[in-house]
């Protein structure tokens, strides 16, 4: 394509429309003047507002921006010991002992944008561009299906190549490959902002969670990090999402890339973000929160120069406020991080992680890591079966479950489970049931031995006994060769 066909198409991709219906008087809802202010007004909290806090999360209520405020301003190591606990809890009563698993594929990584912590910026010169054909897409799926995975998050850079008539070929190719008894049964997309119309085809198309990450919610930051490209316009983008579910895309994803401006500002901004889709779609908010680090990339000299990057200590911390905040909302802990940051801030209430990753395009089936394709630099190649291994011993059982999904239980339907904490007869057992799957087909015996008495575990945890009885039927099925059972 000519450059001048790029330039072209850049300007027709932002709809200016689809931005103004949904600021409220001129303005968006990241609303500077009050985070700052809840910040500043939330200094030293007293110990007894933050277990009354604590206890509002407990309650799976949402949390409003000064009381998440004060959590953030938290400066007693004791109440954080509290807080961490109550995020597990948090997360027990909700989601179970369970990780919801995936795999991160990366489709194309050619961009018009300049987003300056990105290996993938137009200008970087060093990145090997490329582009998947179908064909090479059916085989990197067919890898991925070998080693058991279920869910996929398909990831793209901006690119009239690779725009939303690629995006739903190589969705419906993905959901098409079939490897034996094995196949993707969800397919989540991660890629740049796109008009109502674009999402409306993704959502015909069967595309579950969309994601869009805000990056920074800090205005001028926003603008000094995004200096060209289609990208540049914070505001397409803070509404993407929006748009995602007024085009009937209800479950959708929220993130920022923690590290180019305040952890505290972007934790409130996640916050705003959250409450604006609430009331905006009938209660309904994001399906998951990410909360990715910058990671080091090829030449790209700011990953390790943001005067914002964030240390363990201080990750694990905004990740327990996040969950404390949002209490009944999905929360994706990506490989960015290393075995053992995951291991312990897993603990603090996450419930999805992709495993097994590689993010070099083409990559799974080359099994190279081909770093000059990649984004960025993963801080976790532990393999599926080793990651699914090191939860097992951490007594967490990993769930590939897609029937939410494929029941229909989306969006406002989903919400409403999660929030009356009514996931564990349907979740568990469908976790349950992925996983026998998983440890029959794919897992390698010392994983079998570490991971098998999770099922006996879990199913007798089951609170219902009618659903235990039809449970403990469908595993007998799934042993005698049946699959894809579920409630
Ligand atoms: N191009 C699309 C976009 O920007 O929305 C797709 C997303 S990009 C391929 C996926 C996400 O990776 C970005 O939204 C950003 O948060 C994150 N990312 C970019 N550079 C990164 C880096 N150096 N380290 C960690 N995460 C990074
Ligand atoms: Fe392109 Fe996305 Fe990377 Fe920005 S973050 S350069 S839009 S791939």
């Not at 991709?13 to 910040?39: N, T």
């Not at 990780?99 to 990145?127: M, Q, W």
């Not at 889709?277 to 120069?305: D, Q, Y």
């Not at 327990?320 to 949002?326: A, C, G």
Request: net charge negative.
């Amino acid at each position: 394509m000519s450059n001048q066909a790029v330039l072209e198409w850049m300007e027709r991709v932002v709809k200016p429309e689809q931005i103004e219906k949904y600021l409220e008087q001129g303005k968006d809802f990241v609303d500077e003047e009050l985070i700052r202010q809840s910040l500043n007004t939330a200094i030293n909290p007293e110990k007894s507002l933050l277990r009354d806090i604590m206890s509002k999360s407990l309650d799976l209520q949402r949390l409003d921006p000064d009381e998440t405020a004060a959590l953030l301003n938290c400066t007693d190591e004791e109440i954080w010991e509290e807080m961490y606990q109550t995020g597990y809890q948090i997360k027990e009563k909700v989601y179970g002992r369970r990780i919801v698993t995936f795999a991160p594929l990366y489709v194309s990584n050619h961009c018009v944008n300049s987003c300056v912590y990105c290996g993938f910026r137009k200008d970087n010169t060093e990145t090997m561009r490329k582009q998947l054909s179908l064909e090479e897409l059916g085989k990197e799926v067919e890898s991925l299906v070998q080693k058991g995975h279920k869910r996929l998050i398909m990831v793209y850079g901006e690119h009239p190549d690779s725009d939303v008539h690629y995006i739903a070929d190589t969705l419906t190719k993905a959901y098409q490959t079939k490897v034996g008894h094995g196949e993707i049964r969800r397919v989540n997309v991660n890629a740049a902002p796109m008009s109502i119309e674009d999402l409306e085809i993704l959502r015909d198309i069967g595309i579950g969670t969309f994601q869009v990450f805000q990056e920074t919610y800090h205005h001028d930051t926003y603008r000094r990090l995004h200096p060209r490209g289609i990208k540049a316009n914070y505001l397409w983008r803070l509404y993407a999402l929006h748009r995602a579910m007024d085009a009937g895309v209800d479950d959708v994803g929220i993130g920022a890339l923690f590290g180019l401006y305040d952890w505290k500002f972007e934790v409130m901004g996640l916050l705003l973000h959250t409450i604006d889709l609430e009331k905006r779609f009938n209660g309904v908010g994001p399906h998951t929160i990410s909360f990715p680090r910058i990671e080091p990339a090829l030449n790209t000299p700011f990953t390790r120069h943001s005067p914002y990057l964030v240390d363990d200590a201080t990750f694990k911390k905004l990740v327990t406020v996040i969950r404390l905040s949002v209490p009944y909302t999905g929360m994706i802990l990506t490989a960015r991080e290393r075995p053992e940051v995951r291991n312990e801030v897993i603990k603090t209430g996450c419930t999805q992680i992709d495993a097994g990753s590689n993010i070099g395009v083409g990559s799974y089936q080359e099994e190279t890591m081909n770093y000059d394709r990649q984004q960025f630099i993963l801080g976790d190649n532990r393999s599926l079966d080793e990651a699914i291994r090191d939860m097992a011993k951490m007594g967490f059982i990993t769930s590939f479950c897609t029937a939410d999904y494929r029941c229909g239980r989306t969006g406002e339907c989903f919400m409403g489970i999660a929030k009356s904490g009514k996931i564990h007869n349907l979740c568990m057992p469908n976790a349950i049931l992925t996983f026998k799957e998983y440890l029959l087909d794919y897992a390698s015996e010392a994983t079998k031995d570490a991971a098998s008495y999770l099922i006996n575990q879990e199913l007798a945890a089951l609170p219902n006994p009618a659903i235990q009885d039809k449970v403990k039927g469908m595993l007998v099925r799934i042993e005698a060769g049946e699959r894809d059972l579920f409630l």
